[in-house]
């Protein structure tokens, strides 16, 4: 099975969520099962290219591309990473920005150019692919490119299409214009017609249409993206593509996120010596200036801070949680409201509460495994890395029953058998407060019970072994 594997991250030439670990880990997942596997990438100013060692592939002076008439000149560079090649396009016009994704005026040009560019070099390279396998928006107009500009070339005649949809509200949209910009033709874009939606040309719903196959990153998300709810305005497209719909839940790169491997913490641990757990949480607490007492439950934080991680949540509940035997390390990168939001409550509770703003690698892991339990109250969440990584680790999720959170944490309550953490139902501040309290309940009355969800969540498996197969038989039944 030959795949292309097109992304606008992939750790760790280029992160900002959980697309780059899936990225990077998927990829190796499907080597292991004997898939021959390319990731095609832009070439980002921030990579390394000495420290990945990337070497040119293709004429030395590079390639020239035409879309809509106009030229654009790029490189392809790669490297190997284990095993599997990875393809970079250079073309600083476009990739030398300060972060990987901006608001500049020509960010649909540069993922357009990209996918283009990533085809081109398919032939470039003599990698005829079964299939394409593109991520989000930004590769999401594949489909539509190949039919409209590829496909008569032999090259590229039978090549099938897989979308996997990571995160429903980030759908590409631009003005009309955006249509001749990606060399698609105009007499497609009217109100209600393929390319359109409010007003808007739609990168992800163009590629919901024309792509042979559509997937989630959880069952749930696959289900939950069919309603008006969640479907961010693309549930009437998605219903008519309900048949070819499906959700393969993400795995975790453990020889990454491993408490007993993992080289950012001062101490390892596993299942049997779970007490060396508490080195790292003083650690922690010591790098976040705040004081260690082992009845405080200590909650962390790590994500980008958007709208759909759902801190505004906390609004109502901070005073109440912060007057208990409660403490809250938190690690976000992204909107600078949330600053403001909790440096009250620092000057309010010093000692209690630490804000870390930024992205930082070492620290994300610091939290996950000094944590005593890990909150993520999200308004929807397509699948979640961080609520496995913390099961990994022995730290208890408390999650809204939301998309991957819903499909792999268990309430204690709902299911003394199997509750791995703690679930709520609505996103409304009280029920949230509810399950903090039963955690702290139990963090503090019952060390047993405690120590058993601690363990359970530990030893499930959540590899991408199981997952990568899913893909494969996926890419099967697709080229059927
Ligand atoms: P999303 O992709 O929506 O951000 P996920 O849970 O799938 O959510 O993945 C988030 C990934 O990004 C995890 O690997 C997490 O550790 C990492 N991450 C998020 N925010 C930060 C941050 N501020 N610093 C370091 N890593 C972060
Ligand atoms: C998105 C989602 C997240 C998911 C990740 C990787 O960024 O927000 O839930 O885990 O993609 O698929």
């Known amino acids: 099975m030959k795949i292309a594997f097109l992304t606008a991250e992939c750790e760790p030439y280029a992160k900002t969520g959980g697309l780059g670990d899936v990225s990077s880990a998927l990829p190796v997942a499907l080597t292991n099962l004997g898939c021959d596997i390319r990731v095609f990438l832009p070439l980002y100013k921030q990579i390394d290219t000495g420290k990945f060692?990337?070497?040119?592939?293709?004429?030395?002076?590079?390639?020239?591309?035409?879309?809509?008439n106009l030229s654009h000149h790029f490189n392809l560079y790669t490297t190997e990473k284990e095993k599997v090649e990875i393809y970079f396009i250079d073309c600083p016009e476009y990739y030398h920005r300060d972060s990987i994704y901006t608001n500049d005026a020509d960010e649909d040009e540069r993922f357009i150019f990209f996918q283009y560019a990533a085809l081109t070099s398919l032939e470039i390279i003599g990698f005829q692919p079964d299939i394409i396998h593109c991520n989000d928006w930004q590769s999401a107009l594949v489909p539509e490119i190949l039919n409209i500009n590829f496909r008569k070339n032999?090259?590229?005649?039978?090549?099938?299409?897989?979308?996997?949809?990571?995160?429903?509200?980030?759908?590409?949209?631009?003005?009309?214009?955006?249509?001749?910009?990606?060399?698609?033709?105009?007499?497609k874009f009217f109100p209600g017609g393929p390319y359109e939606l409010y007003g808007n040309f739609n990168f992800l719903k163009i590629g919901i249409e024309y792509v042979d196959s559509i997937n989630t990153v959880s069952q749930r998300y696959s289900e939950e993206i069919l309603t008006k709810?969640?479907?961010?305005?693309?549930?009437?497209?998605?219903?008519?593509?309900?048949?070819?719909?499906?959700?393969?839940?993400?795995?975790?790169?453990?020889?990454?996120?491993?408490?007993e491997v993992d080289n950012y913490l001062p101490v390892n641990y596993n299942y049997d010596t779970l007490n060396l757990k508490s080195e790292v949480k003083k650690e922690l607490l010591k790098r976040s200036h705040l004081n260690y007492n082992s009845e405080n439950l200590l909650i962390g934080m790590v994500s980008r801070f958007v709208w759909q991680k759902g801190y505004d949540i906390?609004?109502?509940?901070?005073?109440?949680?912060?007057?208990?035997?409660?403490?809250?390390?938190?690690?976000?990168?992204?909107?600078?409201?949330?600053?403001?939001?909790?440096?009250?409550?620092?000057?309010?509770?010093?000692?209690?509460?630490?804000?870390?703003?930024?992205?930082?690698?070492?620290?994300?892991?610091?939290?996950?495994?000094?944590?005593?339990?890990?909150?993520?109250?999200?308004?929807?969440e397509p699948c979640g890395l961080n609520q496995m990584y913390s099961l990994r680790y022995g730290t208890l999720p408390i999650v809204r029953k939301t998309g991957g959170l819903a499909d792999t944490v268990t309430d204690i309550t709902e299911d003394e058998k199997k509750g791995n953490g703690f679930v709520f139902e609505n996103f409304v501040p009280i029920e949230l407060m509810n399950k903090i309290y039963t955690a702290q309940d139990i963090f503090k009355n019952d060390k047993a019970k405690w120590k058993i969800m601690q363990k359970r969540g530990m030893e499930m498996d959540f590899t991408w072994n199981n997952s990568a197969e899913k893909y494969l038989r996926l890419y099967k039944s697709i080229i059927k």
């Not at 060692?53 to 809509?68: Q, S, T, V, W």
């Not at 897989?162 to 214009?177: C, P, S, V």
């Not at 693309?234 to 996120?257: A, F, H, P, Q, Y």
Request: proline share 3%; charged share 25%.
């Open 53 to 68: 060692k990337l070497k040119k592939a293709g004429k030395p002076e590079g390639y020239d591309i035409k879309i809509n």
């Open 154 to 187: 032999k090259f590229y005649g039978n090549i099938k299409t897989l979308l996997t949809i990571h995160n429903l509200a980030y759908q590409g949209t631009f003005k009309k214009e955006t249509t001749l910009k990606a060399g698609l033709p105009i007499e």
């Open 229 to 259: 709810e969640y479907g961010a305005g693309l549930e009437g497209v998605l219903e008519t593509r309900k048949n070819v719909l499906s959700g393969i839940l993400n795995g975790i790169d453990t020889k990454e996120w491993s408490p």
């Open 314 to 380: 906390l609004n109502d509940i901070m005073d109440e949680i912060l007057s208990e035997n409660i403490e809250m390390i938190i690690l976000g990168d992204g909107d600078k409201k949330y600053l403001d939001f909790f440096q009250k409550y620092i000057d309010k509770y010093p000692g209690k509460i630490c804000l870390h703003y930024g992205y930082n690698n070492e620290l994300a892991h610091l939290i996950t495994a000094g944590s005593d339990a890990f909150l993520m109250p999200s308004r929807y």
